[in-house]
């Protein structure tokens, strides 16, 4: 009768460890807890075992290099525990604020506006993917919490349609959060941005002034097909869905 109560036990035991493993898996799959990390940025836990894209890494066949080192933790189009959809990348460095170099994905001219502290963002009037299209890519968050800024001083506030080439130093990484009541870990936000009528950039919070990096990375990074960690593949668009 004991061993039998026994058996009963560990059964139940194992069937618990299941069912939380498969939730583990599931909620890992949809990016939750790098989104609970994104929120809550001492909930270090775990962060070194994390597979990290590395800066200037560039898939075959892609036209971007990866502009900085981190954990790929939110990509494009999450929209976890009812934020708005993501409209670029957000990749976690795990040195802290003001050492991880932050690079510009691709060649072109860029503007750091006379009131940005931690942001810069680069015309790219050649769309690699697209052509006769322009687009930009915009790089946020390099700047400490008060706006201290981590962007190279040769990019001073005001900079304005400054050649640069695909690899070229921008800043480092920080946790600039723009002056709101929410705390941000260590990263970088980045996004690919089309222009209005007059060839300016539009406003790149907004999903629908953005394009899915996937083609310019070759990975899968769109959040309705995304690989968690991304890796190169040939077949970087989701099917049958967003696309
Ligand atoms: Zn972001």
């Known amino acids: 009768m004991k061993q039998i109560k026994l058996a009963i036990v560990i059964i139940l035991i194992l069937f618990t460890c299941m069912v939380i493993d498969d939730a583990y898996t599931y909620l890992q799959h949809q990016g939750v807890f790098d989104y609970l990390r994104f929120l809550w940025p001492t909930s270090q836990i775990g962060w070194a075992?994390?597979?990290?894209?590395?800066?200037?890494?560039?898939?075959?066949?892609?036209?971007?290099?990866?502009?900085?080192?981190?954990?790929?933790?939110?990509?494009?189009?999450?929209?976890?525990?009812?934020?708005?959809?993501?409209?670029?990348?957000?990749?976690?460095?795990?040195?802290?604020?003001?050492?991880?170099?932050?690079?510009?994905?691709?060649?072109?001219?860029?503007?750091?506006?006379?009131?940005?502290?931690?942001?810069?963002?680069?015309?790219?009037?050649?769309?690699?993917?697209?052509?006769?299209?322009?687009?930009?890519?915009?790089?946020?968050?390099?700047?400490?919490e008060a706006g201290n800024s981590y962007i190279i001083e040769q990019i001073s506030p005001g900079t304005y349609e400054l050649p640069v080439k695909q690899g070229m130093l921008l800043g480092y990484q920080g946790d600039y959060n723009g002056g709101s009541w929410r705390s941000v870990s260590t990263h970088l936000h980045f996004s690919i941005v089309l222009s209005d009528e007059k060839g300016k950039f539009l406003n790149e919070t907004d999903l629908l002034n953005t394009l899915d990096p996937s083609p310019y990375f070759g990975m899968r990074l769109n959040s309705q097909c995304a690989d968690r960690p991304p890796t190169c593949r040939q077949d970087f668009l989701c099917t049958g869905r967003l696309g």
């Open 49 to 144: 075992d994390l597979p990290q894209a590395t800066s200037l890494d560039r898939c075959t066949d892609a036209p971007f290099v990866v502009p900085t080192d981190g954990w790929i933790g939110i990509t494009y189009g999450d929209s976890i525990l009812g934020t708005v959809n993501h409209s670029g990348l957000d990749i976690f460095g795990l040195e802290g604020n003001g050492v991880t170099p932050v690079y510009a994905a691709y060649d072109g001219f860029l503007t750091r506006l006379p009131n940005w502290k931690s942001a810069v963002v680069i015309r790219h009037p050649e769309d690699p993917i697209k052509p006769n299209r322009q687009i930009w890519t915009y790089y946020a968050h390099m700047a400490d």
